[in-house]
Nanobody, 120 residues
């Protein structure tokens, strides 16, 4: 059973930065694709950033140029660097992973989420 645990969320002012981390209990990140989703109250969960097994990356249009996804396969870690945060980035952020080479909307493995709140 793969366990994913997010950390690094919190309260930040607009324009600020945060780094989210996702720790995996297995080497899932070195096998397949992984990514970050987010869900704001009243909204559906949406993909924010993804990294394929071949290390190609994709981002939601709303975060391009501000967020960076990366992973450290040797330590079973994945990160989301978030810069120039905006109030509309407020959401619960979820780590997700799958053995498939590319991430779809329904990855097999999910973390429990970490809250990010952007407010002055």
């Amino acid at each position: 059973q793969v366990q994913l645990v997010e950390s690094g969320g919190g309260l930040v002012q607009p324009g600020g930065s945060l780094r989210l981390s996702c720790s995996a209990s297995t080497s899932i990140f070195s096998i397949g694709a992984a990514g970050w989703f987010r869900q704001a109250p009243g909204n559906e969960r949406k993909l924010v950033a993804a990294i394929s097994s071949g290390s190609s990356v994709e981002y939601a249009d709303s975060v391009k140029g501000r967020f960076i996804i990366s992973r450290d396969n040797s330590n079973n870690m994945m990160y989301l660097f978030m810069n120039d945060l905006k109030p509309e980035d407020t959401a619960v952020y979820y780590c997700a992973a799958d053995t498939a080479p590319f991430l779809n909307d329904h990855p097999r493995h999910w973390g429990k989420g970490t809250q990010v709140t952007v407010s002055s």
